[in-house]
C-alpha cells in the first residue's frame, strides 16, 4: 500500500474501531442485506448476480440494493431483489458530475437520500461491491452492523469485518466471491441478469423488422457509444464495417436489419455512421429513442451485437447473444480488459495489432478485421443452432 493510500485508509481504520461488529451472519440469517453499488451501468449489470446468490444462501433476508438511480431500469423485475432505493454518491462513476472530496463529504453529511436510510435503524449486513474508502464511510454512516469490502482496491477494508481481496478476476466473480463470504454456495454463473416483461419483448418484436418468408433474417444491434469517449470507435468506421457486413449478408441470401443504439449524446455519432454506411444499407438509429429496458429487450432479439467496450456488451452477454466488442483508443491491454469484463461463451474482443504511444485515435482494429468477427461470430451461432435442433 502506498503512503498516499495509507494516509486515508489509517483514519477510516480509526473510525472503523468505533463500529464493532454488532450482527453474525453465519450464525443467525440477516434481516436486511444492503448492497451497495452506485456505481456506472457496466458495473451493476456484471453485479446482478450475486441476489440470486444471496437468496438462495437466505430464503427469508429481505435483500437491498443500493444502487444510483441511473441503475433502476437494470434491476427493475429482478425477483431476487426486494427493494431498490437511490444513492447517487458521488464516487466511482461517470453520472455525477461533481465527484471532489468535498461533494463527498456532504454527500455522506448531508444526502436526503442518506438521511432517509439512516431513519431506517441500521442494516445487518452491508456489502460494498466496489470496495472504497468512501463505500466504507457511508455503510458505517447507514449504521450497518457487519460490512464487507474489497482489500487493495480503493480502500476502505480496515474499516470491514469481511473482505475479499481485489484480483484482475472477472467482474461479475468477484462479486459473488462477497456472496461466498457470507456462506453462498449455490452460486449462479457470472453473468449480467435481466428480466424482461412480455408487454417489453412485444414492443421490441414491433420494432425489428419482420422477417421474410423463405429467407433468413440478421438483426444485428449495434453500440455506438461509450461511457468514456476514448473508448469509442470512430463512427465514419463503424459505418463502413457496416456496410461490408450488410453487403456480405445479402449477397449470400440473407435479410439484414441493423439498429443503432445508444443515448441521446450519442444521436449525431449515429448518424454520421449512417452516413458513411452509404445508401442502400439497412441500418436506422433508435440512440436517444427508446429507453434503456426497450434497448434491453431489443438485444434479447438479436440476433448478433456489435458494441464498444460498453453497457451493451454487458447486455448481450445477458442473453447469451453472440458480441462483437471493438476493443482500442485507451485500452491498451485488451487481455486483462477481456479478463475483467469479458465472458467465456458468446463473447469476442477485436482489438488493433499495434499500438502507437500516447496516440489512441491511431489505437483501432481495421474494419476488414471487424467485419470478419462479426461474419465468424453470425457462423458460429448458425452452427449451434443447428446442432441442438
Known amino acids: ?22 450482527h453474525d451472519p453465519h450464525r443467525d440469517a440477516p434481516r436486511e442485506i444492503l448492497v451497495l453499488r452506485p456505481n456506472d451501468f457496466g ?28 441503475g433502476r431500469p437494470i434491476l427493475e423485475n429482478n425477483p431476487f431483489i426486494d427493494e431498490i432505493v437511490d444513492i447517487d454518491a458521488p464516487w466511482n462513476n461517470k453520472l455525477v458530475e461533481d465527484r471532489s472530496p468535498g461533494n463527498v463529504l456532504r454527500f455522506l453529511r448531508k444526502s436526503p437520500q442518506v438521511a432517509a436510510l439512516r431513519a431506517r435503524g441500521g442494516f445487518d449486513v452491508g456489502i460494498d461491491v466496489l470496495g472504497s474508502y468512501m463505500g466504507a464511510l457511508l455503510m458505517m454512516r447507514l449504521g450497518v452492523r457487519y460490512r464487507i469490502g474489497v482489500r487493495g482496491y480503493r480502500g476502505g477494508h480496515s474499516a470491514c469485518h469481511e473482505y475479499i481481496d481485489f484480483a484482475r478476476r472477472q467482474s461479475g466473480r468477484a462479486a459473488l466471491a462477497q ?15 435481466l428480466f424482461l416483461t412480455k408487454k417489453e419483448r412485444a ?46 449478408l445479402e449477397s449470400a441470401g440473407d435479410t439484414c436489419d441493423i439498429v443503432i443504439v445508444g443515448s441521446k449524446a450519442d444521436e449525431a455519432r449515429a448518424a454520421e455512421a449512417i452516413a458513411a454506411a452509404g445508401p442502400g444499407v439497412p441500418v436506422r438509429s ?59 461463451e458468446h463473447y469476442r474482443s477485436v482489438s488493433p495489432d499495434h499500438y502507437v504511444a500516447d496516440q489512441p485515435a491511431r489505437n483501432w482494429p481495421s474494419v476488414e478485421r471487424v467485419v470478419q468477427s462479426v461474419l465468424e461470430s453470425l457462423a458460429t451461432q448458425r452452427t449451434r443452432v443447428s446442432a441442438e435442433v
Open 203 to 248: 414492443r421490441a418484436a414491433k420494432i425489428w423488422k419482420a422477417a421474410v418468408p423463405g429467407q433468413r433474417t440478421v438483426r444485428l444491434l449495434v453500440g455506438i457509444g461509450a461511457g468514456v469517449p476514448t473508448k469509442v470507435w470512430d463512427p465514419r468506421q463503424v459505418g463502413a464495417a457496416l456496410a461490408q457486413i450488410a453487403r456480405t
Open 286 to 344: 433508435l440512440a436517444g429513442a427508446v429507453p434503456m429496458r426497450m434497448v434491453f429487450a431489443l438485444a434479447e432479439a438479436a440476433t448478433a451485437v456489435l458494441t464498444n467496450s460498453s453497457m451493451l456488451m454487458h447486455v448481450a452477454a445477458a442473453f447469451r447473444r453472440p458480441t462483437v466488442a471493438v476493443i482500442g483508443g485507451s485500452i491498451t491491454r485488451p487481455t486483462v480488459h477481456d479478463a475483467i469484463w469479458g465472458y467465456p
Open 179 to 193: 456472496a461466498e463470504l457470507l456462506g453462498a454456495t449455490g452460486l449462479p454463473e457470472a453473468r449480467p441478469q
Open 43 to 70: 458495473e451493476l449489470l456484471t453485479t446482478t448476480p450475486i441476489f440470486e446468490a444471496l437468496r438462495k444462501r437466505f430464503p427469508k433476508t429481505r435483500l437491498i440494493a443500493g444502487v444510483g438511480s441511473w
Open 1 to 22: 500500500m502506498g503512503w498516499k493510500n495509507l494516509l486515508t485508509e489509517v483514519p477510516v481504520w480509526m473510525i472503523g474501531r468505533f463500529y464493532p461488529p454488532r
